[in-house]
């Protein structure tokens, strides 16, 4: 029995915290950018008001090619109990080589203010997008601010692209 009890703990503990997340394509916006304007505000209060974190990750008018990629997952909330959560995942890609050149992660549900405390930004660039790419090739790390501690710098999500 105890035997069985630890399997079926291994197997749980499996299924919740060592499940590869999926970021998959919502949109694809051509002749684009990122809202840069918006995702220098998520240390200000005031990017709560009015869907403002939804609407970063809404491109403007440029001249790359703009990604937006959701992740849903279930984890635990900040009261204990178990909550579906959604990172969003933005990227700027040149519209003719298809290389990687900027994007934010960002999870919608972070309960913990100011919301940059949560905004991750590809430090990795010019590698190609492609649909199953790994998300831990892009490195991306904590955006810089006086809330940064050294275990949450790199994000260390496993996840891949659904680009199709």
Known sequence: MQKLTIII???FYN????????????????NSD???KAF???DDFEI???DGLKKAFKPKKGKNDIYVFISEFKGD??????KIFHDYLILKVDSKSELIIDGFQ??????????????????EKNIKINNGLNLDLLKMELVEQEYISDWRKELKDKGILKTE
């Not at 909330?77 to 178990?82: A, K, L, M, V």
């Open 106 to 123: 960002y999870t919608l549900e972070w309960a913990e203010p100011p919301a940059i405390s949560d905004l991750y930004r590809v430090t």
């Open 48 to 50: 709560y008001k009015n």
């Open 15 to 30: 299924l919740n915290f060592g499940q590869e997340k999926v970021y998959k394509l919502i949109s694809k916006t051509e």
């Open 40 to 42: 220098r505000n998520f």
């Open 9 to 11: 703990f291994i197997l």
């Open 34 to 36: 990122i809202n840069y």
């Open 77 to 82: 909330s900040f009261d204990g109990t178990s």
